[in-house]
């Protein structure tokens, strides 16, 4: 009766070290920016709006022209942003367009269905944002209307925004 525990037993640990060793190994390597990229600077700057901050909860978006990479940040009230991707500052080198987003007209819970799917839906551009006042001008909404675009280099960037009408 003891042999037929010892096989079960065995094949368990055969498993769970392998599992162990995969991901020690990283399976398939890190997701981080700079080991799927390469060279990777940093970015900060400020975004104004006619000389004034926008609202808070607006945010900047920088897509990577080539990889399509984003990269993120909130617009603090002073209006200087930090960008982000991946939870890490190191942002690939290379060419970005640039968008702007207004914040969320309220906040909404992922527990009210309805309101989160139309927050949803208003972040990933299904709805028009005609519906509501922007505090900028409608082309910004877009990396591809905005007119903004950047070369992140390595090291340290500042790229200061201002919005225009």
């Given amino acids: 009766m003891r042999c037929s525990n010892v096989v079960p037993e065995r094949l368990l640990s055969a498993a769970a070290l392998t599992l162990c060793l995969a991901v020690l190994a990283g399976c398939g390597g890190s997701s981080t920016p700079s080991a799927r990229s390469g060279p990777t600077g940093t970015v900060k700057g400020k975004v104004v709006y006619s000389g004034k901050s926008l609202p808070t909860g607006s945010t900047v978006t920088w897509i990577h022209q080539e990889k399509a990479f984003p990269a993120t940040a909130a617009i603090a009230d002073d209006g200087t942003y930090s960008l982000m991707m991946s ?28 309101a989160y799917k139309a927050m949803m839906a208003k972040s990933s ?16 909404l877009s990396p591809e209307e905005s007119g903004l675009t950047y070369t992140v280099k390595e090291g340290a960037n500042t790229f200061d925004i201002e919005i225009k009408d």
Avoid: R
């Fill in 125 to 140: 551009g299904m709805m028009k944002p005609s519906q509501e006042k922007l505090p900028f001008p409608k082309k910004y």
């Fill in 87 to 114: 939870g890490m500052p190191a942002i690939p080198v290379g060419a970005y367009k640039i968008s702007i987003s207004p914040p969320a007209s309220k906040e909404v819970s992922s527990s009210d269905i309805d």
